[in-house]
């Protein structure tokens, strides 16, 4: 479908182009025991759209490095505006090819964005920590069919669309990289690492977010992802393979080498996998709780630490979508979440385990169901999550760092007193506010929260919020606003 465009077309287009950037106007600016580290120690709404040339975690520079060539029937428009967005809809079709002997990958992804945002954009940001991890290399990336020069910058490839995509509109964008994974736990390592025998690929399928520094100085989660109606992944890999994904298989070859993963409503989607997995299950309500593990090691203890965790944060919160809740052994370092999956580190002892296990399904609800920019504001998921940890176990404890603000980023926070404020002053604060609305206010009111916004992207005033609403009593005056300066 690729055609040559006529000189008199180039130059129409050319005016087209004038005349649409003159009625859009500028663009938009752009844990652990009791005490400490196991669920890392240190796990923010998208703030929309960011396009500035310049400003902080956004690329504006480079927004139309290369203008692809338009093809005939694509709903890109020519001209530029400097502008993207996490905010878009988009469906993820994706072909992962992983060597488990030599530890490399091969990607191949196709995104099919529609524009659902309050204007129009011409660049995505696509997130995957293959940049900083896996010595990214970047082999193609094609908007509509048409070839156009991405650029990786940290974790974001930034793909130009050569064009205007308006509100309404849809196109499809293509990435194919190669990628190598790491053989140690060291710092973030243990994301993206094969080790003690397991494959961990985290945030491995470029997603649509926006620019956001990978480097901060604790374990906080630099990401901002929105929800994906649907995500199909198929994996090819050089031997059998059990696969922990956070989608659910559908399909596997005759010769085992080949296996079709999907998921709905999925803000991410994780690849564990090993030659030896093994697995245990039970039924909770119409949802299948499974663990993965390779060491036998406390599996019994892990499985009946995810059922009670399930089935007691699910009669608070609501209901779980997903028929499939995965508890999975990874290659080690920290607990980690993602939907319908959640990481528990090889290695672990008893000691930490229900807490760990309770903090991670915690976070199926909040990040999960009810997402939000992790690295800006983390109070949303992570002290949500903590405090349904510590009050479904009866763990409530003091700080070990003086009392601070809840509403700064997660690169505002040391590494000493990061978990300290955010989970246990955080999650303490959330209890407080229990006590004062009186349980059954509260329960409701975050029950309520977590409906209004199912698979949307908030922020922590969207939470204080829901909550303030909940009571006659004025939260913001006589509890929030010393905490979150920022917001009120």
């Not at 390779?294 to 892990?302: D, E, H, K, W």
């Not at 980690?336 to 229900?354: F, T, V």
């Not at 609305?437 to 829901?466: C, E, H, K, P």
Request: glycine letters at 10%.
């Amino acid at each position: 479908m690729t055609t040559t465009r006529t000189r008199r077309r180039s130059l129409i287009a050319s005016l087209v182009g004038v005349l649409i950037l003159g009625s859009i106007g500028a663009a938009s600016p752009g844990p652990a025991a009791a005490a400490g580290p196991t669920v890392r120690p240190g796990t923010g709404t998208a703030t929309g759209a960011t396009g500035a040339p310049g400003a902080p975690g956004t690329i504006g520079e480079h927004a139309q490095t290369a203008q692809a060539t338009i093809l005939a029937g694509s709903a890109i428009q020519p001209g530029s505006v400097d502008r993207t967005s996490p905010r878009v809809r988009a469906e993820y079709r994706a072909t992962l090819d992983l060597d488990y002997g030599t530890r490399k990958l091969s990607v191949d992804s196709t995104a099919t964005i529609t524009n659902q945002t309050d204007g129009p954009i011409d660049r995505v940001e696509l997130n995957t920590i293959a940049g900083p991890l896996g010595s990214i290399v970047i082999r193609g990336a094609w908007v509509d069919g048409g070839a156009v020069s991405a650029k990786r910058t940290d974790q974001t490839i930034v793909v130009p669309l050569g064009g205007i995509l308006p509100e309404g509109a849809a196109v499809t964008v293509r990435v194919k990289y190669g990628a190598t994974l790491r053989t140690s736990l060291s710092g973030s390592n243990w994301l993206f690492t094969k080790a003690n025998g397991i494959a961990n690929l985290y945030r491995w399928l470029p997603w649509v977010s926006k620019a956001t520094p990978f480097a901060r100085p604790n374990h906080g989660d630099p990401f901002v992802t929105a929800n994906s109606p649907y995500v199909r992944v198929t994996v090819r890999t050089d031997r059998k393979l059990v696969i922990a994904s956070t989608g659910d298989r559908t399909s596997i070859s005759a010769d085992g080498l080949t296996q079709t993963f999907e998921a709905r409503n999925v803000r991410d989607f994780t690849i564990t996998a090993a030659p030896d997995f093994r697995t245990r299950s039970m039924l909770v309500g119409d949802t299948t709780v499974r663990t993965y593990y390779r060491s036998g090691a406390n599996a019994p203890l892990i499985l009946d630490s995810a059922v009670d965790a399930f089935r007691a944060i699910q009669t608070r919160l609501g209901d779980y979508p997903h028929p499939t809740f995965k508890v999975v052994q990874s290659a080690g370092g920290y607990g980690m979440e993602s939907p319908g999956l959640i990481w528990i580190p090889y290695g672990i002892g008893s000691a930490n385990l229900r807490y760990l296990v309770t903090h991670e399904t915690a976070h199926q609800w909040f990040y999960g169901i009810v997402g939000n920019d992790q690295a800006r504001q983390p109070f949303a998921d992570e002290a949500a999550a903590d405090f349904m940890a510590r009050y479904t176990l009866g763990l409530r404890r003091g700080p070990q760092c003086s009392t601070a603000r809840l509403d700064r980023k997660i690169y505002d926070y040391s590494s000493a007193c990061y978990y300290e404020t955010i989970y246990i002053q955080g999650g303490n604060l959330l209890d407080d506010v229990r006590k004062r609305m009186g349980s059954t206010a509260f329960w409701s009111a975050l029950r309520g929260y977590v409906t209004a916004n199912r698979y949307g992207l908030v922020g922590n005033i969207d939470l204080l919020r829901a909550l303030d609403a909940g009571t006659s009593i004025d939260l913001g005056a006589t509890m929030f606003r010393t905490r979150f300066p920022s917001h009120y």
